[in-house]
């Protein structure tokens, strides 16, 4: 069966035409469900996709779309024709479409487009191990000393609330706030 010639899908109109899906929606009438009807529908919704989506999609999004309409023959209340309902659900398809693929190009741009340079790798992988030395020496340091740089680099400089909350002088807290920073410049270079 090709999906691209309209008249070939006899096998898929015995399909729909089969009790079980009048069953499922018994809103529709069984005479809108001829061979004929659905071979309109199915060149209809052809022509629509091929100016929503690429020529070489269109026929997989019109075929996605009747897998949605029958799987949602259910939800069909017949207030609108089933050429509009199903061109609405070929719609909301084409757009999902389009978001999937925006999404798998931005995501794989940076990869694929402009790749990483060794310069680029190279301050990368620095970046992390500097990262690592940074966390190591944080961790080794007393915690007040830690307390004292964290705030920093936070850029909190209001000194003198910062001595306050310690409880310790404007002076001393500077003095201890140099003296954590050297031990950390000391550890980095190290």
């Known amino acids: 069966m090709s999906f691209d010639d309209p008249t070939s899908c006899d096998s898929s109109v015995d399909a729909v035409l089969d009790a079980t899906a009048l069953e499922v929606a018994p809103s529709l009438d069984a005479s809108t469900l001829d061979a004929t ?15 929503l989506v690429p ?17 949602g023959l259910a939800r069909f209340e017949g207030r609108a024709s089933m ?35 060794e310069a680029r790798v190279i301050e990368i992988l620095g970046a992390r191990d500097a990262l690592d030395r940074v966390t190591r020496s944080l961790a080794a340091m007393e915690p007040r000393a830690r307390t004292l740089v964290l705030a920093e680099v936070d850029g909190d400089d209001d000194r003198e609330r910062l001595a306050r909350e310690h409880g310790v002088t404007r002076e001393t807290y500077r003095v201890q706030l140099c003296r954590a920073r050297a031990q950390l410049r000391a550890d980095l270079a190290a």
């Open 83 to 117: 050429l509009t309902w199903l061109t609405s659900i070929l719609r909301h398809k084409a757009a999902d479409r389009y978001r999937s693929a925006r999404h798998r190009r931005e995501r794989l741009s940076a990869f694929e487009i402009e790749p990483p340079t």
């Open 37 to 51: 009807t659905l071979r309109e529908v199915y060149a209809a919704l052809l022509r629509r996709a091929h100016q």
């Open 55 to 71: 020529p070489s999609d269109a026929a997989d999004l019109v075929q996605d779309t009747w897998l949605a309409g029958l799987d």
